[in-house]
């Protein structure tokens, strides 16, 4: 950034040459402050659980504003939520938790969905079994190869498919964080191919 901004005072550019050039800065600006936010939120999530404020958080409201949060910084995404199973309880779609992490994972789970489907869709649903609430993160993509599953959530690391979008191997990591946090996991479903599904698992109040 710091090199392209010098060029461009070192020289005389046209007005279309300068418009570029501000698109490149700004771009990188972008990427900049995705990656900065990244590792502010990866070190939150490595806080203990006691330090961590939590309340009763609504999963359906916190996927909602997940939802609103990824179409707003990526207008070509779509985002389906599907309630799988009705219920006259909340405390069934309530758990207690950091909503301001749980909406960070969420995000990073709608946006790893939509950025590796060719129609760049994420199809989220939400049941409840067992104690727990059920979140199912969909997409109809490349799949991720078996020997890869277990490595996804390692901070920094990138698969195969790195070349297919821009990241840097902070988001599954995070996610994968948050949900210790919280007492909960996830699970990946994947063929090479016809697409992944994260899902998550939380004990609900």
């Known amino acids: 950034m710091i090199a392209e901004l010098e060029l461009a005072l070192r020289y005389e550019h046209s007005s279309q040459e300068y418009t570029e050039i501000m698109e490149n800065v700004l771009n990188d600006a972008r990427r900049m402050e995705r990656l900065s936010k990244g590792l502010l939120d990866l070190a939150r999530a490595g806080y203990d659980r006691a330090e961590i404020t939590k309340e009763e958080v609504r999963l359906d409201e916190t996927l909602l504003n997940a939802r609103e949060t990824v179409i707003k910084n990526n207008k070509n995404f ?13 405390r069934q779609i309530t758990v ?4 301001y992490l749980l909406r960070t994972a969420f995000v990073n789970l709608i946006e790893n969905n939509c950025k590796f489907s060719p129609d760049k869709t ?28 277990d490595k996804i959530f390692t901070p920094f690391y990138r ?29 990946v479903q994947s063929n090479k191919g016809e697409g992944t599904t994260f899902v998550v698992s939380m004990p609900h109040i």
């Open 78 to 90: 779509t985002v389906e939520l599907i309630f799988d199973t009705e219920t006259d309880d909340d």
């Open 96 to 99: 207690f938790g950091n909503e």
């Open 122 to 149: 994420s199809t989220v649903s939400i049941s409840f079994a067992d104690g727990n609430s059920v979140i199912r993160f969909s997409d109809n993509g490349i799949g991720i190869s078996p020997d890869e599953i």
């Open 159 to 187: 698969g195969e498919n790195r070349e297919q979008a821009q990241g840097y191997g902070i988001g599954l990591a995070l996610v994968n964080r948050i949900l210790l946090l919280h007492k909960g996991e996830i699970t």
